[in-house]
């Protein structure tokens, strides 16, 4: 299958202007969104370890998916911000066209299994070099904290795993492919050749979800294999000048992150922690 770039109804790359901050822009947005997103999964521990039950740091996937609604809506207005300073919209970026939908959704689910091959392989290197022969007894423990439970009531559980659902793929997925294979990565491949930019910006973006590991080792595993899947990303993006596909491969990942949450409630309600 040739891939279809889509060049010939793409909107124009930018031009350079002296004084534009294009360097600013494109490392101080995935900067921030690094920071934004510390500091919303660390308030999240504090908030339920004051009202409800200390737990392990971080908090349990559905929890870290809420507390990024606040840092999702604040990277959606920057962005939307730093495009009209430029006299660009974000519908530029994301490059939807009428009568092409159908087709957008399946190059997303085909960048979605492309994707995972060398974001699967990334896992299981980092762990091999971790733990030798013993890699796969250790999956047991490295990407899940016996230690974490859920001291929640299933009828909070229930409002809490709803609002997971309903905000965090639709709105974390674009906010992110927006941000990092968008603005950021666009406004570096204006100040450094492309492979720089988009390693720049993946950096940025496998950082981030160091924060939602949930073991030190996972750390390690998480910053490299979502690395991987930024330089992926990146790549896509810049080939194909526009975002909407690799944002639906995104939503679909993020939608199956959530989906999990909707059985909490009813774990909580049979007795499970």
């Known amino acids: ?15 350079p202007r002296n004084g534009d901050g294009a360097l600013a822009w494109g490392i101080g947005l995935p900067a921030l969104r690094v920071a934004l997103v510390a500091a ?20 349990p996937p559905m929890f870290a998916a809420i507390a990024m609604l606040p840092v999702n ?3 959606l207005a920057l962005v939307v911000r730093r495009l009209r300073s430029q006299g660009r919209r974000v519908g ?12 957008d959704i399946l ?5 979605l299994v492309v994707l995972y091959v060398p974001f699967t392989l990334t896992v299981m290197l980092v762990m091999a070099l971790l733990h030798g022969d013993a890699m796969y007894v250790a999956f047991e423990t490295v990407f899940f904290d016996p230690e974490a439970s859920f001291p929640l009531s299933p009828a909070v559980a229930a409002v809490l795993a709803v609002v997971a659902v309903l905000t965090f793929a639709p709105l974390n997925a674009p906010a992110e492919e927006l941000l990092y294979r968008g603005t950021a990565q666009q406004d570096l491949t204006r100040r450094m050749p492309v492979v720089a930019a988009i390693l720049v910006a993946s950096a940025f973006y496998g950082l981030q979800h160091v924060w939602y590991a949930p073991t030190p080792d996972a750390v390690l595993v998480y910053a490299c294999a979502f690395f991987v899947w930024g330089v992926g990303s990146g790549l896509i993006a810049w080939r194909q000048r526009r975002l909407l596909p690799i944002i639906v491969a995104h939503f679909l990942v993020d939608l199956l992150t959530s989906l999990p949450a909707l059985a909490v409630p009813f774990l909580l309600a049979n007795g499970a922690s």
Do not use: F, H, Q
């Open 73 to 75: 809506l604040v990277c």
């Open 40 to 59: 919303a999964c660390t308030l999240a521990w504090l908030v339920v370890g004051v009202t409800a039950e200390w737990m392990p740091y971080p908090l």
């Open 92 to 103: 530029d970026l994301v490059g939807y066209r009428r009568g092409r939908l159908g087709r």
């Open 107 to 111: 190059w997303g689910l085909l960048w």
């Open 1 to 15: 299958m040739a891939i279809d770039t889509n060049r010939g109804s793409a909107p124009p790359r930018p031009r």
